[in-house]
């Protein structure tokens, strides 16, 4: 099946301060997602980007498909920003409706 | 409008023992999909069920089964309980025309002892 490597595993940052995270995926795909994942489990959707460049206030979201890599910006960050960060996608075809997740990267915002 | 509702938050069980987890969709949502969290993990795909069928599963055994009723809501039946069942079980739901626009509930959070 599909492989999700993200990047960094781990990140701590000082409340204001600006990070990227990296997904590189081995195939293509037709399904590309980026998820928080709060202190309390709840899964939140953040971005459905299979391709191009997406803005969200404080987030956004690149995906060069032909490369196969995504990434996640995180401007002015806050300490609410805590949480893992997941890259979910699927190939499509017989893939449909089983969606991977990459293994996370767990950020931490120090106030 | 109710999220995804899943119940309960927390249960214990020992080993060998059978458990069923409950699930409510998103108002609208057709489709639901269960995952499994190990600690430290990333989730990883049970199974999804529609129109009342399984019609995705991942690489889990037959101790893992489902349910879905006309209501949408569905059940994870987990038989024979190992202590690497401990997991957060994730339900998520969507709708059945899109692979996008999941929405997950908080979890259940089981405990094989």
């Known amino acids: 099946g599909i492989q999700v490597e993200q990047s960094p595993p781990d990140l701590i940052l000082q409340e204001g301060a600006n990070s990227t995270l990296r997904c590189n995926f081995s195939d293509s795909v037709n399904n590309l997602q980026w998820f928080h994942q709060n202190p309390w489990g709840q899964l939140i959707n953040l971005f459905y980007?299979?391709?191009g460049t997406k803005q969200n206030g404080r987030l956004s979201a690149t995906t060069v498909a032909t490369e196969r890599y995504s990434l996640l910006y995180i401007s002015s960050s806050q300490t609410t920003d805590s949480g893992v960060y997941f890259c979910?996608?699927?190939?499509?075809?017989?893939?449909?409706?089983?969606?991977?997740f990459g293994q996370g990267t767990i950020l931490t915002v120090h106030p | 409008d109710a999220g995804v509702t899943q119940s309960p938050t927390h249960l214990i069980k020992t080993r060998g023992q059978q458990v069923t987890l409950r699930c409510s969709p998103k108002s609208g949502h057709d489709t639901v999909s269960w995952y499994q969290q190990a600690l430290g993990q990333g989730p990883q795909f049970i199974f999804q069920?529609?129109?009342?069928?399984?019609?995705q599963r991942g690489n889990f055994p037959d101790r893992f089964s489902g349910h879905q009723f006309p209501n949408y809501s569905s059940e994870l039946n987990v038989n024979a309980l190992l202590l690497g069942d401990s997991a957060l079980y994730l339900c998520?739901?969507?709708?059945?025309?899109?692979?996008?626009?999941?929405?997950f509930g908080s979890g259940t959070r089981l405990t094989v002892v």
């Open positions: 998520a739901s969507s709708s059945g025309q899109g692979d996008y626009g999941y929405t």
């Open positions: 979910v996608t699927n190939a499509g075809g017989t893939s449909y409706g089983k969606l991977t």
């Open positions: 069920y529609y129109e009342e069928e399984e019609r």
């Open positions: 980007i299979p391709s």
